[in-house]
């Protein structure tokens, strides 16, 4: 059978180059789907029969991207009996890439926009590779990022390119995604091209020079760069890559790093199509892993929805925001003021006095100079952003802003004031925002006239650095307001997630549950480095004990009052949990609140930063030899934040569970492997789910306590065969 190509169009010129004009009539974006795996084929067919009339190749795209890479649907269907199939499919796609590769004539890829993944393999496999510098272009191997490894050639070709060290630190292992200028400069591209007509002519010069190219690795004498581990000098140095991988994952259960590393070792060690089957057999044993599938689920799926708007309220015109109130110049003043300036937006940064506003601004003025000091800014944008801030101490100063976010102290009689003092003054209809972390925002609009325009939006700190939003809708908010606050967290580039109103809203809520874990197994006698191992080991980004140092003892025993208050005034009775006894002893007996005052679970130097455990912990609170089972120690931690995430749901709270997973990743650090905290529960015990769960959740209520009870709907789903999934 003849086949033909129908996502690449053949375009010969009149000197002999072939352009291969990427563009798949199906799809907005081009994939390696089946209709790419037979194009391809065609394609290597025709130019090797042809190869006689043919002076160069240069692949390029009509789409906006380059290539998008493989296609995530299909690889979330992936089990072991699909396994043989995908190999099969990637090694045809390979095998085709690698016939035009080795034709003997010059092969360009004139990369017009993003080229990731499938995109910068395809590339990969290139002479010579010269990117157009379009603006938020990007090039790289983001595979790992998804627990999977690129399995295009991805590995093998890196290696042959920069050599293990390199390929590995700068492309394979952290997935970056570099923009056309920092691939330049990081050697994945050669030339870079400021329009199309540039880019493609300097893909025909490159033709007209290199009549006869060949990749370097397929030239006589060609060696890996930097030695493999057949010498002896590479060989002594090797063990140094685990060890050092080791102590980055601090024994999370990331499979995808391990394996990237395998097959990029094991495949310099052999000829270039030994390596393509080690790089595909490695890729293998991840596609059809449950973690991939989380990390796809949530770092593609969720995140597109989420951010795309599946949760806006529909049919209300999208709106942008150009002048923005920010109240209190604090810590997260300042920073939301960056983060908002950075995005265009004008700001007015508001304190009790313009020296206190100032001050706000200086961190943006900071955080300025260092990314000027990087390279990652011109000093023109950064005098332009700080132009854009302007601090004071008056009201007045606020007139003509559609926005406001509200950052002074967590005090509700201050936030009431403040929004009273400016809410005249500022545009009729601008949007109210609260940047409280606690407070419910039904209560905190009682003190605003508009209240269907007042809202929560919950930022994290650092603000510059964390990219998630929580948009918290009180009982009076209007549906303008959400869609409003929405796209003002979108102008800024963050991600939104949208929860209704209650005591500490989702994130909030459910890092407590993972603190409090975390400190009563101290309580019961734990040894407390086993419960911080435990907790590094689960894949936390932070150690439980250390992140409740951070948040200061005495915030979750404010937090606690005021529950306790409001439960026993609505009549309920407050079931105290084991931890709030160790945390009392901490701050009564021993005054240590934590970071902020030099003392906690941790010692602290004179300079603030963190030594050793507090040895006090083991005399007052270890008892010697008592211990439970690890896995207990991890999934402690991971159920309880579970667990409540599922009781939220039931609260209608949550709404989504793309933006719980979103939220638990992105805001609370809820480790990355799992998805996030419902695909955990979808995704348990290597994809047994929620049957498993609910059985392990039992187990653990029995050991450790009632709270580990499974909540109905979670038993109910369950028992009907059902997982955590939105209907979309
Ligand atoms: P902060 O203490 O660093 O800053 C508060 C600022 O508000 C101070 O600069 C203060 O001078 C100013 N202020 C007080 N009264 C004012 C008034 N009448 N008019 C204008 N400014 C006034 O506090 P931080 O950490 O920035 O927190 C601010 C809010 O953000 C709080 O509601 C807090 O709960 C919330 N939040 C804090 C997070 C954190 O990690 N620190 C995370 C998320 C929310």
């Known amino acids: 059978m003849r086949l033909e190509s129908t996502t690449i169009r053949w ?51 009509a ?34 890439l690698r016939r035009i590769e080795t034709l003997g004539k010059p092969v360009v890829a004139a990369i017009n926009g993003p080229a990731l993944g499938g995109g910068y393999e395809i590339a990969l496999a290139s002479h010579h590779r010269v990117a157009l510098d379009a603006p938020g272009s990007k090039i790289g191997l983001p595979e790992v990022t998804l627990g999977l490894l690129p399995a295009g050639g991805g590995v093998t070709r890196t290696v042959r390119l920069m050599g293990i060290a390199d390929a590995l630190l700068k492309v394979l292992l952290q997935g970056t995604q570099y923009s056309p200028r920092r691939a330049l400069e990081n050697g994945l591209v050669h030339e870079v091209a400021a ?133 209190g110049a604090g810590m997260m003043g300042a920073g939301i003021a960056y983060s908002c300036a950075r995005a265009g937006i004008e700001v007015v940064l508001r304190d009790v006095s313009l020296e206190a506003a100032v001050k706000g601004k200086g961190y943006s003025e900071k955080l300025c100079a260092e990314a000027v000091g990087k390279g990652r800014t011109t000093q023109e944008k950064a005098d332009a952003l700080l132009a854009r801030i302007t601090p004071t101490a008056e009201a007045a100063a606020l007139a003509g802003c559609d926005a406001v976010i509200e950052a002074v102290f967590e005090d509700p009689a201050l936030k009431h004031k403040v929004f009273q003092e400016i ?25 605003v006239e508009r209240q269907s325009d007042f809202i929560g939006l919950h930022f994290f700190s650092p603000v510059d650095k964390m990219p998630l939003v929580e948009i918290i809708k009180g009982k009076r908010t209007g549906e303008e307001a959400l869609a409003r606050a929405f796209d003002l967290v979108r102008q800024i580039n963050k991600t939104p997630i949208v929860v209704n109103d209650s005591r500490g809203f989702f994130t909030s809520r459910v890092i407590g549950h993972f603190i409090n874990e975390g400190v009563a197994m101290v309580g019961e006698g734990i040894e407390p480095a086993s419960v911080e191992q435990a907790a590094a080991q689960a894949g936390y980004p932070a150690k439980v004990l250390s992140l409740m140092d951070e948040l200061t003892l005495t915030l979750p025993r404010k937090i606690r009052n005021e529950s306790k208050r409001a439960i026993e005034e609505s009549g309920g009775a407050w079931t105290p949990h084991p931890a709030e006894a160790v945390i009392d002893r901490m701050v009564d007996e021993f005054g240590r609140i934590g ?23 083991r005399e007052h609170f270890t008892k010697p030899g008592h211990t439970i089972p690890f896995e207990d120690m991890q999934e402690r931690m991971l159920f309880s934040e579970a667990l409540d995430t599922v009781r939220l749901l039931e609260e209608g709270v949550l709404t989504s569970v793309a933006d719980a997973n979103i939220g638990s990743i992105f805001g609370i ?60």
């Open 11 to 61: 375009e010969q010129d009149d000197s002999g180059i072939v352009t291969l004009v990427l563009d798949d009539p199906n799809q907005s974006a081009n994939t390696m789907n089946q209709a790419f795996k037979d194009s391809i084929a065609a394609i290597a067919e025709r130019v090797e029969a042809e190869k006689d009339s043919i002076r160069g190749i240069i692949y390029t795209s």
């Open 63 to 96: 789409k906006k991207t380059f290539f998008a890479g493989g296609d995530l649907k299909d690889m979330m269907k992936v089990g072991p009996a699909e396994a043989q199939q995908a190999f099969d499919t990637g090694t045809a796609i390979k095998s085709s």
């Open 195 to 327: 329009t199309r007509e540039e880019m493609l002519e300097k893909a025909r010069a490159f033709i007209d020079a290199n009549p006869a190219s060949q990749q370097p690795w397929d030239k006589p004498g060609y060696k890996i760069p930097g030695g493999t581990p057949s010498n002896p000098k590479f060989a002594a140095n090797l063990p140094a890559f685990p060890a050092n991988l080791k102590k980055q994952l601090n024994g999370a259960p990331y499979p995808a790093p391990r394996n990237i590393l395998a097959a990029a070792v094991e495949g310099s060690q052999v000829d270039f199509e030994t390596a393509l089957t080690i790089e595909a057999r490695y890729f293998t044993e991840l596609v059809t892993g449950q973690t991939a599938k989380n990390m796809i689920q949530a770092f593609f799926f969720d995140l597109q929805a989420v951010n795309s708007g599946a949760n806006r309220p529909k049919g209300i015109e999208p709106r942008q925001v150009r002048k923005v109130a920010v109240l």
């Open 423 to 447: 809410e005249t003054i500022v545009e009729r209809d601008a949007l109210l925002c609260s940047n409280t972390s606690t407070l419910p925002i039904t209560a905190l609009a009682e003190g």
């Open 595 to 617: 970071r902020s005052g030099g003392a906690g679970f941790y010692e602290y130097g004179e300079d603030g930063k963190r030594g050793r455990l507090w040895p006090g912990l």
């Open 669 to 728: 650090g809820f480790p990355g492997w799992t998805g996030g905290v419902l695909q955990y529960i979808n995704g348990y015990a290597d994809g047994a789910g929620l049957p498993a769960f609910v059985a392990r959740a039992r187990q653990l209520a029995e050991r450790y306590g009632e709270r580990f009870t499974p909540p109905a709907l979670l038993v109910e789903k369950a028992d009907n065969g059902e997982r955590f999934t939105d209907a979309r």
